[in-house]
């Protein structure tokens, strides 16, 4: 990735996304393979009402679908899963914690992938807080 004089692109940010996916061992990414990334610049009013946010900038990402857990063979054919990356919040959580932009977008990354497994928000923390 190049050093940046301006904010990265929604595309920089989707390729970041994609290494930090081909970085998730063999053996969970082939749970992964029905998951498309997506990135916008922030979420819409619609998305933030039903994630019950008043602000934007307070999402970086989200997970649409039905994790793992829930599926049973009975279901019809449905969509793939996608996960949504929110730039805006992204690059300014990038410029107020100085921490490395690759590293930021595999986190969020890997946060959505673990709602695709199944983790709710609380024990995502709970992991995320574990030494």
Same mark, same amino acid.
Do not use: C
């Given at each position: $990735?190049?050093?940046?004089?301006?904010?990265?692109?929604?595309?920089?940010i989707a390729?970041?996304?994609?290494?930090? &996916?081909a970085?998730i061992?063999?053996?969970?990414?082939?749970?992964?393979?029905?998951?498309?990334?997506?990135?916008?610049?922030?979420a819409?009013?619609?998305?933030?009402?039903? $994630?019950?946010?008043d602000?934007?900038?307070?999402?970086?990402?989200? %997970?649409?679908?039905?994790p793992?857990?829930e599926?049973s063979?009975?279901?019809?054919?449905? $969509?793939p899963?996608?996960?949504?990356? %929110?730039r &805006?919040?992204i690059?300014?959580?990038?410029?107020?914690?100085?921490?490395?932009?690759?590293?930021?977008?595999?986190?969020?990354?890997i946060?959505?992938?673990?709602h695709?497994?199944?983790?709710?928000?609380?024990?995502?923390?709970?992991?995320e807080?574990?030494p």
């Amino acid at each position: $990735m190049r050093h940046h004089s301006t904010p990265p692109t929604a595309d920089e940010i989707a390729l970041l996304a994609e290494q930090a &996916l081909a970085s998730i061992p063999k053996a969970l990414r082939r749970h992964i393979d029905n998951v498309t990334l997506t990135v916008e610049d922030l979420a819409d009013d619609a998305t933030l009402a039903e $994630m019950g946010l008043d602000n934007a900038w307070d999402l970086s990402g989200l %997970y649409h679908g039905t994790p793992l857990g829930e599926r049973s063979t009975q279901d019809l054919i449905r $969509m793939p899963d996608l996960i949504t990356l %929110y730039r &805006l919040p992204i690059l300014l959580e990038w410029v107020e914690e100085g921490e490395d932009l690759a590293r930021l977008v595999r986190n969020v990354v890997i946060h959505e992938l673990a709602h695709h497994f199944g983790f709710t928000d609380a024990e995502i923390e709970a992991l995320e807080q574990s030494p």
